[in-house]
């Protein structure tokens, strides 16, 4: 089964990426694959002006998969993961998020590194990765990016999440809507409002323009971040009790190393 659906619209200028696993929209390996194979066959397309991402259900995703945090598959699971980012921000490509329900973990770093994100009131926004015991190297990058490195770091040190309305109070969401439905209408008039009249080319001149600075943050301390996940953080003891613990459904125990 296909955990990722694909569409385009309005001549084929605006391509739809849907997160679909019948559940939770979960990024595992397999949906982070299918995500890669997309964006390589949209970079081979000039006319496409937007990619859309939104998760199939009541919710955007839960996040990466936290059986494929584990010591064994970290490595190969963050080096899977992080091909995301830096594809999209090699596309050049405007991007947009629509979030309903939970946007967490892995899937509100998707949604970060969006150009624009939308909302409805469902939306719950959060970085629990430190109640496991780890850390999410993008958004330790892109959160302060987009709301200021106070706020990023409240959030990413407490692992709290927080609701549409907050989210846009601190400048992490560009709009709220009340529901699915309107949130689904908006994006269709900001697209036809802002995207369809515009040039395809002149759109990824002005989105690589506006993310100089992002791609060299990215380019430079992402691989350190991912380094230091794997070669440190992951030999800590707290760190692999964190993930166990949470697979395991109980509390984890921590040993403060």
């Known amino acids: 089964m296909e955990k990722v659906k694909f569409t385009r619209s309005h001549d084929g200028t605006i391509a739809h990426i849907v997160l679909d696993d019948g559940q939770g929209n979960v990024l595992d390996n397999i949906m982070m694959l299918e995500i890669l194979d997309r964006l390589q066959a949209i970079g081979q397309d000039p006319k496409i002006k937007l990619i859309t991402f939104q998760g199939a259900g009541a919710h955007f995703s839960f996040g990466a998969s936290v059986e494929e945090h584990t010591k064994?598959?970290?490595?190969?699971?963050?080096?899977?993961?992080?091909?995301?980012?830096?594809?999209?921000?090699?596309?050049?490509i405007p991007t947009l998020a629509l979030v309903s329900g939970q946007c967490l973990g892995g899937g509100m770093e998707l949604a970060l590194i969006c150009s624009v994100i939308l909302a409805d009131k469902s939306a719950r926004f959060g970085q629990p990765e430190i109640r496991l015991g780890v850390f999410p190297p993008p958004a330790s990058i892109l959160l302060p990016e987009r709301i200021g490195l106070a706020r990023a770091e409240e959030l990413l040190l407490t692992g709290r999440s927080v609701d549409a309305d907050e989210a846009q109070r601190i400048g992490l969401v560009h709009a709220v809507y009340d529901d699915k439905d309107k949130?689904?209408?908006?994006?269709?008039?900001?697209?036809?409002k802002h995207v369809v009249p515009k040039s395809a080319s002149s759109l990824r001149f002005a989105s690589h323009a506006a993310?100089?600075?992002?791609?060299?943050l990215m380019n430079n301390f992402l691989?350190?971040?991912?380094?230091?996940?794997?070669?440190?953080?992951?030999?800590?003891?707290?760190?692999?009790?964190g993930i166990t613990a949470f697979l395991e459904k109980r509390k984890p125990q921590w040993a403060n190393a």
Do not use: G, S
Not at 224 to 241: K, P
């Open 72 to 92: 064994e598959f970290a490595e190969a699971m963050l080096r899977t993961f992080h091909k995301i980012f830096m594809d999209l921000l090699q596309l050049r």
């Open 183 to 192: 949130l689904e209408a908006a994006a269709e008039d900001w697209i036809l």
């Open 211 to 216: 993310r100089i600075k992002l791609n060299h």
């Open 223 to 241: 691989p350190q971040l991912e380094r230091l996940y794997v070669t440190q953080l992951m030999e800590t003891r707290d760190a692999n009790e």
